[in-house]
């Protein structure tokens, strides 16, 4: 009976693989393929049964669809906007995982004239520390796939290579991450954890000097510049450079100003001495007869008040294991949520000199 | 009673600032917000100095200060 049954399902398969095989055939054009396909179709009827569900976790490769696309399309324009500026004055920390101290190490005392007693009462060595917390940021958006294929957004050059939509769209926002950080948390941001923006990520750096001016701390004393505008923009500037210690000024330190502040020392500068404000061989605005003093405009200030910095003492910072792409999939939309922590601090208070318009309101 | 209102953008300061000179910091038509090393008169000042020092307050007013905030009556 068995062997009945095994001839009939035979003969099935085969009839089923002939009829098959010629109907394929003929659908693409190649009638002289009606063997083959059938007998490919026969032998296929032999496959054992099993688990094939591990062909059901293989991943799709659709990179190849991405340069279809991008031939179709123009050049799009991206919105532009402000990096991080992390050029003069600040140092970066890289690495803060948790609350970090910076030390500091001062003498006590002082020299005296030579006589044979002992004198070290109120010598020695002190430390004091300031701390530099980060707090975690996120931006949170979903990416529905389907809103694009097919259309020249698909793809788009990104860089020497063409990269897929949702990358690009995902570089987009962290571009504009960074831009939102430094324009705005770095500057005036106050920390509010159940806040809603970038101003709500951290204090930032003139947040700090405010509370700091606010509590009569003495090594952070306002200066009293008052406002600047273009036609006392040089004298208000070299006034509060004037007014730094001796040390900032072997030094040598950056005076942080707004591209307001800027505008008005350089059009009062060309008033003064008839010919343009020009940069140094290096690129640097340098004050007149202050070659180590320079002027640096930065898109976090934004009023006409002046952020004085020696030794880069302006801490800024995150931490590299943190900052974060998360990405997950809800059926076709991609779900993304960009992280990155962000601390301002300063690292010596005495390394940063602010003006009185800096901390208004 | 009007309120008072506080000025603190520089433009609004511009308008009242010969009038508000005139005003003394002790009549509370000045509010100090912190205290300052004025460069041009070479002092520093707690805020508790310049709550009682009406010449460096109408320095401060006549530069447009914010460490002091104008109240207009």
Redesign the interface.
């Known amino acids: 009976m068995k062997a009945i049954k095994a001839i009939l399902l035979l003969g099935t398969a085969a009839t089923f693989s002939m009829l098959l095989g010629g109907f394929f055939a003929q659908a693409i054009g190649a009638p002289h393929m009606a063997v083959p396909i059938a007998s490919g179709l026969f032998a296929a009827s032999f496959i054992p049964k099993g688990d094939y569900s591990f062909l059901d976790t293989v991943t799709p490769d659709l990179s190849k669809l991405t340069t279809s696309f991008v031939q179709f399309g123009g050049k799009i324009l991206r919105k532009h906007v402000n990096g991080m500026n992390l050029k003069g004055g600040i140092t970066p920390y890289l690495g803060v995982s948790v609350p970090q101290a910076m030390t500091k190490l001062s003498a006590l005392g002082g020299p005296r004239p030579y006589r044979e007693q002992d004198d070290t009462d109120g010598n020695g060595a002190e430390f004091s520390d300031r701390t530099l917390n980060v707090f975690q940021s996120k931006w949170d958006f979903n990416v529905d796939p389907e809103v694009y294929r097919g259309k020249y957004l698909a793809a788009v050059q990104m860089g020497a290579t063409k990269a897929p939509f949702y990358e690009y769209i995902i570089d987009q926002v962290g571009t504009e991450y960074i831009s939102a950080i430094g324009n705005v948390t770095v500057g005036k941001g106050v920390r509010n954890s159940n806040g809603s923006g970038a101003i709500d990520i951290a204090d930032g750096w003139i947040t700090i000097a405010a509370t700091e001016?606010?509590k009569?701390n003495p090594e952070l004393?306002?200066?009293?510049?008052?406002?600047i505008n273009a036609t006392n923009g040089v004298e208000k500037v070299e006034?509060?450079a004037?007014?730094q210690p001796a040390w900032w000024r072997e030094k040598g330190f950056v005076i942080k100003c707004s591209w307001g502040t800027f505008d008005a020392y350089k059009k009062r500068y060309r008033t003064l001495n008839g010919y343009k404000f020009e940069p140094n061989e290096s690129g640097k605005y340098a004050l007149d007869g202050m070659s180590n003093v320079f002027l640096e405009p930065v898109a976090f200030i934004t009023?006409?008040?002046l952020l004085g910095v020696v030794y880069d003492a302006l801490a800024y910072g995150t931490d590299g294991d943190r900052i974060q792409v998360a990405a997950s999939m809800r059926r076709n939309i991609i779900e993304v949520r960009l992280m990155m922590p962000v601390g301002c601090e300063f690292e010596d208070i005495e390394c940063i000199s602010v003006s009185?318009?800096l901390?208004?309101? | 009673m009007a309120e008072d209102k506080e000025i603190t953008g520089a433009s609004e300061v511009d308008a009242p600032v010969s009038k508000a000179k005139a005003d003394s910091v002790t009549s509370g038509k000045v509010k100090v917000n912190f205290g300052v090393h004025i460069p041009e008169l070479g002092e520093t000042y707690s805020k508790a100095d310049l709550e009682c020092d009406q010449e460096a307050i109408d320095h401060l007013i006549e530069i447009k200060s914010k460490a002091i905030t104008i109240l207009k009556r």
């Open positions: 001016c606010a009569a004393i306002a200066k009293a510049i008052g406002a006034t509060f004037e007014s009023n006409d008040g009185d318009n901390l208004a309101a």
